[in-house]
């Protein structure tokens, strides 16, 4: 079966998931399809130990040739990005401005060292032989927040202004930065030569900061593309030239795609939508991409949770996969919670805040995807043919299955009550 033919298979059973569950289940639509698909692999690998079909062998080829990896980096992530940034409001994020930018660096930073050195720590003290260096490997594709599953499913529930503010513009924007450090790491663990402070003070400013610039200048060359025409359909048209054609530049030029998504899509979503695109364009260009982000997203979810088919599951594994989930957890809420300590210096904040944050930095497919780039073969325990990719990946997938299934499905309660302190104290 070619690669289309699977993925227009993945999409039907993503879309299937998605029906039954608004006709019965009522959950978030992106939580029940990862559900739906984790349901689905668990029946395959039952099914397969107990002899009553073999799919598990074959489900997992056909999911291996799609390649998670470059399907989400280099193809779908450019449309979710751009989808998200169209929906963020400038005056939001800048009254926002500096509590995001300490969110998405210094908190990314923390949560990177603290989770590297306390595995470690850990690692030593079971016995598990895992360096320090890949330690905080881990620490570093797991720290910064998913944009697309934040946006999935937090944004969604129309949190307090403020805190829907920095959830969204944190995960949006740490990306950039989180790469530099993972790649820095990865370079040292893999690579041939080893990095110098010029050579990551360089790489960030021309993955970073270029790819904010290239986005300013895309967002701006696709602004006078759209306002030159006033036919309906052309202006709905070229927004699709921004995350396609723009996307996959970003990449010949060496410049973060994804925040030049992220910057153009603030662009035309706060400045093209009121004085470049038709009255009617304006009026359904949400609609428009509302649609195209729940398809894509769709068929990412249902990826995530049919994942666990190309995983192998040794007893370490387990363990350290049980471990991952509350140290994510206790990094991610010290990060927050240091972040505030300097905030509330300055201003006033809704008291549930912390909690939100915490509970809602959600991971994602973006961790599962950098998780996937780390090679196979750098053996672990040799006798067990245990190898760092595969403690990487199914860290990653615990904890991602976890922040997206619980977490995500358990936050409403707090953020409603975040809202009726909102309402009570704005009276």
């Given at each position: 079966?070619?690669?289309?033919s699977t993925?227009c298979?993945?999409?039907?059973?993503?879309?299937?998931?998605?029906?039954?569950?608004?006709?019965?289940?009522?959950?978030?639509?992106?939580?029940?399809?990862?559900?739906?698909?984790?349901v689905?692999?668990?029946?395959?690998?039952?099914?397969?130990?107990?002899?009553?079909?073999?799919?598990?062998?074959?489900?997992?080829?056909q999911?291996?040739?799609?390649?998670?990896?470059n399907?989400?980096?280099k193809?779908?992530?450019?449309f979710?990005?751009?989808?998200?940034?169209?929906?963020?409001?400038?005056?939001?994020?800048?009254?926002?401005?500096?509590?995001?930018?300490?969110?998405?660096?210094?908190?990314?930073?923390?949560?990177?060292?603290?989770?590297?050195?306390?595995?470690?720590?850990?690692?030593?003290?079971l016995?598990?032989?895992?360096?320090l260096i890949?330690?905080?490997?881990?620490?570093?594709?797991?720290?910064?927040?998913?944009?697309?599953?934040?946006?999935?499913?937090?944004?969604?529930?129309?949190?307090?202004?403020?805190?829907?503010?920095q959830?969204?513009?944190?995960?949006?924007?740490?990306?950039?930065?989180?790469?530099?450090?993972?790649?820095?790491?990865?370079?040292?663990?893999?690579?041939?030569?080893?990095?110098t402070?010029?050579?990551?003070?360089?790489?960030?400013?021309q993955?970073?900061?270029?790819?904010?610039?290239?986005?300013?200048?895309?967002?701006?060359?696709?602004?006078?593309?759209?306002?030159?025409?006033?036919?309906?359909?052309?202006?709905?048209?070229?927004?699709?030239?921004?995350?396609?054609?723009g996307?996959?530049?970003?990449d010949?030029?060496h410049?973060?795609?994804?925040?030049?998504?992220?910057?153009?899509?603030?662009?035309?979503?706060?400045w093209?939508?009121?004085?470049?695109f038709?009255?009617?364009?304006?009026?359904?260009?949400d609609?428009?991409?509302e649609?195209?982000?729940?398809?894509?997203?769709?068929?990412?979810?249902?990826l995530i949770?049919?994942?666990?088919?190309?995983?192998?599951?040794?007893?370490?594994?387990?363990?350290?996969?049980?471990?991952?989930?509350?140290?994510?957890?206790?990094?991610?809420?010290?990060?927050?919670?240091?972040?505030?300590?300097?905030?509330?210096?300055?201003?006033?904040?809704?008291?549930?805040?912390?909690?939100?944050?915490?509970?809602?930095g959600?991971?994602?497919?973006?961790?599962l995807a950098m998780?996937?780039?780390i090679?196979?073969?750098?053996m672990?325990?040799?006798?067990?043919?245990?190898?760092?990719?595969?403690i990487?990946?199914?860290?990653?997938y615990?904890?991602?299955?976890?922040?997206?299934?619980?977490?995500?499905?358990?936050?409403?309660?707090?953020?409603?009550?975040?809202?009726?302190?909102?309402?009570?104290?704005?009276?």
């Open positions: 079966m070619s690669v289309y993925l298979f993945l999409a039907a059973a993503a879309m299937l998931i998605a029906f039954i569950n608004s006709k019965i289940g009522k959950m978030q639509t992106t939580i029940a399809i990862t559900a739906g698909a984790l689905l692999s668990l029946g395959i690998i039952v099914a397969g130990q107990n002899g009553w079909f073999h799919l598990e062998d074959v489900a997992a080829a999911l291996g040739e799609i390649n998670f990896e399907f989400l980096l193809g779908i992530l450019g979710l990005l751009f989808a998200g940034g169209l929906g963020i409001k400038l005056p939001h994020l800048e009254d926002q401005k500096w509590e995001i930018t300490t969110l998405a660096l210094a908190a990314t930073l923390f949560s990177t060292f603290f989770i590297g050195f306390s595995l470690w720590g850990i690692c030593q003290t016995g598990i032989p895992l360096d890949y330690c905080l490997i881990f620490g570093s594709l797991i720290s910064p927040t998913d944009p697309i599953a934040v946006l999935a499913i937090v944004k969604k529930l129309d949190a307090p202004k403020r805190i829907s503010t959830i969204e513009g944190e995960s949006l924007f740490n990306d950039g930065f989180g790469l530099v450090i993972f790649v820095t790491l990865f370079t040292i663990a893999f690579g041939n030569e080893a990095p402070v010029l050579g990551v003070g360089q790489l960030f400013v993955e970073a900061i270029g790819g904010i610039a290239y986005g300013f200048a895309l967002g701006l060359i696709f602004h006078y593309l759209i306002s030159s025409t006033n036919d309906h359909s052309m202006e709905l048209l070229l927004t699709l030239g921004v995350p396609t054609a996307y996959v530049f970003a010949v030029i410049v973060s795609g994804p925040l030049a998504m992220v910057v153009s899509g603030i662009m035309i979503g706060n093209t939508r009121y004085i470049g038709s009255k009617e364009s304006e009026d359904h260009l609609h428009f991409w649609l195209v982000d729940e398809f894509l997203n769709g068929v990412l979810f249902l949770g049919m994942s666990m088919l190309q995983f192998s599951f040794h007893q370490e594994d387990w363990i350290l996969m049980v471990i991952a989930v509350p140290l994510v957890l206790l990094s991610r809420f010290l990060s927050i919670k240091l972040s505030y300590a300097g905030f509330q210096r300055y201003r006033d904040y809704n008291p549930l805040s912390v909690k939100i944050l915490t509970w809602g959600l991971r994602g497919g973006l961790a998780a996937m780039a090679p196979a073969g750098v672990v325990i040799p006798d067990k043919n245990i190898d760092v990719r595969e990487m990946l199914v860290m990653t615990s904890v991602v299955v976890f922040s997206i299934l619980v977490q995500g499905s358990t936050i409403t309660p707090l953020i409603h009550k975040a809202k009726l302190w909102e309402a009570e104290n704005n009276a």
